[in-house]
């Protein structure tokens, strides 16, 4: 755990720096709702774009597509989502807050999960031990209900019963939707896989733990076709490269953890679940997920379509219908728990420096030039290595004239480089280039800014 990383702290420096801020602000704000700010999508993008590159691009075999928001209400119902998808919710008798059972409980139990028990179970928990309210301190409780988390709307003018749709849950649905139709235009054969990133929807309590679980959010997934016999060879083949891409992010491993599902709290569609965990400042969270949803998808959509979802071996001509393995990376969650592990505070000269130490590719500001004082010649020629650089990299301007103030905002956002282009660059065409983690600085010839810089993005 990031120990300098509070949730208050890395919240205030989101808003004040640019990368996150509280929804509809003017209007008191909307609970469990982020608008991301102009570096919090920059850095939000590069994750999504580097997670496409190594998944869809770097796999011959898994393919992307972007589908609908809203689906067919009948795809809910044929997934189990319309009887499955719930909450266990508890109302405080006295001061009417309402909170989700299996918060309640682990919050005030140690080393306990309950995700998944049965409603009479959570109830009897919270009463055997006498768990109070946060808000009022009462410990009287209505009994756990439970509350689909399915976003209702209504398609058309009149809200009838027969308009009724959702937003989207999850995005998996999507892709099983186009299952036959990615059979019949692309060239794939089993094992493949079908990708996408985009928003989902979930009508839940949450804790406000800022972006880790919110109404709305990204999430990157795909699903894995394979032969039922394989599942296990996949299933432990997909767990290193998570893993392993989590670290390439940057992300220190001694925050994360695997853990497995215990049966009891798995979702209805899977056999086998295990989430990668990192351990915020409020304990260990799920980031990634990585499920064995078997083939109960497309053997319920069969089942309620009536469409054939078998798919027939080219070679033996064997029909069977493929088992998923699924990996979920949640992006908005990814990209909040990026920014609690990249945050450091450091002393330096007896102040403070706020430093967030990302890797160099998800960035979201890669150099930034400035004019070592507010002379109009440095100016001129800072702003010609601004305009060569940004070609091929996202690069800021600064001339407030302070050099430190300039340093310590770049450390703040988290640039790994800053230019500095002072009287003597008018002499001997070079720069001074300071490096954002350890503070370092040299001397480099203009001419030769791009090849120094390609080598230290490329590694």
């Known amino acids: 755990m990031n120990k300098s990383a509070t949730l208050e702290k890395i919240t205030a420096w989101a808003k004040r720096r640019g990368f996150i801020y509280p929804s509809s602000e003017i209007y008191g704000g909307l609970a469990n709702a982020w608008d991301w700010g102009p570096y919090g999508t920059e850095l939000k993008n590069n994750i999504r774009d580097i997670w496409w590159k190594r998944f869809v691009h770097g796999h011959d075999e898994i393919v992307g597509i972007d589908s609908s928001i809203i689906l067919n209400s009948k795809v809910w119902e044929a997934s189990g989502h319309t009887a499955s998808f719930a909450d266990a919710l508890v109302d405080c008798k006295n001061c009417k807050n309402r909170t989700r059972a299996d918060h309640l409980i682990e919050d005030n139990i140690k080393d306990i999960k309950v995700e998944g028990l049965p409603l009479e179970e959570l109830t009897k928990l919270i009463k055997e031990n006498n768990l109070k309210c946060p808000i009022c301190g009462k410990s009287d409780w209505t009994d756990a209900r439970a509350f689909n988390q399915l976003f209702e709307t209504h398609i058309g003018i009149v809200p009838e019963s027969k308009s009724l749709a959702y937003l989207r849950g999850e995005i998996a649905q999507g892709l099983f939707m186009n299952y036959k139709n990615i059979l019949n235009s692309m060239r794939v ?19 406000g733990q800022l972006v880790h679980r919110t109404l709305e959010f990204d999430l990157m997934e795909f699903e894995y076709f394979i032969k039922e016999e394989n599942w296990e060879e996949v299933y432990a083949y997909w767990e290193k490269e998570m893993w392993q891409f989590a670290l390439d992010l940057g992300i220190r491993e001694e925050n994360l953890r695997w853990r497995e599902h215990e049966e009891f709290e798995r979702s209805h569609y899977s056999k086998m679940t295990k989430d990668i965990e990192y351990d915020y400042p409020f304990g260990f969270k799920e980031m990634f997920g990585l499920a064995y949803r078997t083939d109960f998808d497309l053997k319920n ?4 379509s009536g469409v054939d979802m078998n798919y027939t071996d080219p070679k033996t001509n064997e029909k069977f219908i493929p088992h998923v393995v699924e990996p979920t990376f949640g992006l908005s969650r990814l990209t909040g728990v990026i920014l609690f592990d990249a945050y450091h505070e450091e002393e330096v000269n007896g102040k403070t420096r706020v430093v967030m130490k990302f890797a160099h590719e998800i960035a979201p500001v890669k150099i930034a030039v400035f004019p070592l004082q507010r002379d109009d010649k440095l100016k001129v020629e800072a702003k010609k290595i601004h305009a060569t650089l940004k070609q091929n990299y996202n690069c800021e301007f600064d001339d407030s004239g302070n050099i430190g103030k300039m340093y310590r905002r770049q450390d703040e956002i988290g640039t790994p480089f800053c230019i500095t282009i002072d009287f003597d660059s008018l002499e001997d065409n070079a720069v001074t280039i300071r490096e954002r983690d350890t503070m370092a600085q040299e001397r480099i010839e203009i001419s030769k800014l791009q090849e120094y810089f390609e080598a230290k993005f490329k590694s």
């Open 301 to 304: 959509h069969m089942k309620h």
């Open 189 to 207: 054969r089993v094992p493949f896989g079908i990708a996408q990133h985009g928003k989902a929807f979930r009508n839940e309590i949450t804790k």
